[in-house]
């Protein structure tokens, strides 16, 4: 059973492998892939769970495939749809040219756009203390951030890189896998988050953030833009009305007002967070709420500017057909989860981790194959907190056998998971990403690639000199 497991595993990672270097649509392969592995997992005895109960036992992965679309559309899809909607409706109201127009003039004055490269990877990754679901990150930055460096002349591929990997290591006492690796060595949160993580990630996103320049310049150069941002939007449909878009009027404090719009859910989650900090509550909004209430002050915005209540709120109906556009988003995702629960089921997770509590070693290479094995969980699963969450127990007896400390051993291993999230195939944010630009989930890893397997080897390399 080990045997075809690891036969059936590297057989389904070929096949979405070859699709994606032939840049086919993956979405149904990864769903025909992910019920053949559920079945298979059936055949060999193996248990597969569901949420619901199930009489007939051959109706089990359908319905695990029924469960992924319930758990996605309310949970990260709702949130995609709610986003691209709320950006649909900027781009209808004219607030996304005003916020545009005047962040690219100032981006503007720099010499090349590839000095917004470390600039933008650096504030994605501050941002992601504010939102720290990679996916729910890059999907903001997406409506927000991307028609900005797009029109400021950033290629395609290099705004999708640096926004796919905008939500990496950095250090804060708030992140759940922090909270639970402090608690099992019986340390504060801010003892271990400043103590170990901080020392190591910080240098490591500094360097990263180096890589990132000079990688998609690199890449740029090979494969140049071929679209404009204006052709972008022709092409793919996904351009607005632009008749009454942006009768806006010339008042400064107007433009003003529109121009904050498109960055109002970001706005909004960083005053609660700081107010959240300051009594020492966890964060009080979610995604989902930040962009309904955006889009209430941006209706009531609209209402006080024009005046028409008939026509702005006839409107609103951009909101709902931009919902619409981002489904097939959603249903990448959902087909994803669908292929992991299939990996899930023929036992290969289980086995891998079982595996490693037998790993001794000296000190040295201990680190290094708990980082190895987290590297290929993590582009099978697309997960790296999942991953560190089920590796705690085996910190602290792993670390005691190769005579180190457990942090020697928790902090590569969380940082390696949560930066090569973004070179993982069935990432969601990596997906998400993918969808929105219109590009092949392969581009997208070339170009993360380089600069986060860098920031792994950097970051061993500082974990065994620091700490």
């Given at each position: ?41 059936l055949m060999m005895g193996n248990t597969i769970k569901t949420i619901q109960p199930v009489s007939n036992i051959l109706l089990k992965p359908i319905e695990v495939m029924i469960e992924q679309f319930t758990t996605t559309l309310s949970g990260s899809g709702f949130v995609i749809l709610l986003l691209a909607g709320y950006s649909s409706y900027m781009s209808y109201i004219g607030a996304n040219d005003i916020t545009v127009g005047s962040l690219t003039s100032t ?92 020392i190591v990630s910080i240098p490591t996103l500094l360097f990263i953030a180096i890589v990132q320049y000079f990688w998609q310049k690199y890449e740029d150069k090979k494969m140049p833009e071929e679209l404009s941002y204006n052709e972008e939007l022709k092409q793919f449909g996904v351009s607005h009305d632009k008749k009454e878009s942006v009768k806006v009027s010339d008042s400064k404090l107007v433009r003003f007002i529109y121009g904050l719009l498109p960055v ?204």
């Amino acid at each position: 059973m080990i045997y075809l497991s690891i036969v059936l595993t590297l057989l389904s990672v070929a096949i979405l492998c070859w699709m994606l270097a032939k840049k086919m649509d993956i979405k149904i392969i990864l769903f025909a892939i992910g019920l053949i592995l559920l079945y298979c997992g059936l055949m060999m005895g193996n248990t597969i769970k569901t949420i619901q109960p199930v009489s007939n036992i051959l109706l089990k992965p359908i319905e695990v495939m029924i469960e992924q679309f319930t758990t996605t559309l309310s949970g990260s899809g709702f949130v995609i749809l709610l986003l691209a909607g709320y950006s649909s409706y900027m781009s209808y109201i004219g607030a996304n040219d005003i916020t545009v127009g005047s962040l690219t003039s100032t981006m503007k004055g720099a010499k090349s756009v590839y000095l917004l490269v470390p600039i933008v990877f650096l504030l994605g990754n501050l941002l992601s203390l504010v939102v720290p679901s990679a996916s729910n990150l890059a999907i903001i930055l997406l409506a927000t951030l991307y028609p900005v460096l797009r029109t400021a002349g950033m290629s395609r591929l290099t705004a999708g890189a640096i926004i796919a990997t905008s939500a990496t290591i950095i250090p804060t006492p708030l992140g759940s896998d922090n909270v639970a690796i402090a608690s099992a060595f019986k340390l504060s949160t801010t003892q271990y988050v400043f103590g170990y993580h901080a020392i190591v990630s910080i240098p490591t996103l500094l360097f990263i953030a180096i890589v990132q320049y000079f990688w998609q310049k690199y890449e740029d150069k090979k494969m140049p833009e071929e679209l404009s941002y204006n052709e972008e939007l022709k092409q793919f449909g996904v351009s607005h009305d632009k008749k009454e878009s942006v009768k806006v009027s010339d008042s400064k404090l107007v433009r003003f007002i529109y121009g904050l719009l498109p960055v109002l859910p970001i706005i909004v989650l960083i005053i609660a967070f700081i107010f959240d900090a300051i009594q020492g509550k966890t964060m009080s909004l979610t995604v989902q709420m930040v962009t309904i209430i955006s889009w209430i002050i941006a209706i009531i915005v609209e209402l006080l500017n024009k005046h028409k209540a008939k026509e702005v709120l006839k409107g609103t109906n951009v909101f709902i057909k931009g919902m619409g556009n981002a489904i097939g988003i959603v249903v990448l995702l959902v087909a994803a989860q669908t292929f992991v629960q299939g990996l899930n089921a023929i036992g290969i997770m289980s086995m891998i981790q079982n595996a490693m509590t037998n790993v001794k070693g000296a000190g040295v290479i201990l680190p290094i194959l708990m980082v190895i094995f987290t590297i290929v969980i993590v582009m099978l699963s697309g997960s790296g907190v999942a991953l560190t969450f089920a590796l705690i127990p085996l910190f602290f007896p792993l670390a005691k056998s190769a005579g180190i400390s457990p942090e020697q051993l928790s902090v590569p291993v969380q940082l390696a998971g949560n930066l090569m999230r973004a070179v993982s195939p069935v990432a969601a944010v990596v997906l998400i990403v993918a969808g929105t630009t219109h590009l092949d989930p392969g581009n997208i890893i070339r170009r993360t690639s380089i600069p986060m397997v860098s920031g792994v080897i950097i970051m061993l390399i500082l974990s065994f000199m620091l700490l």
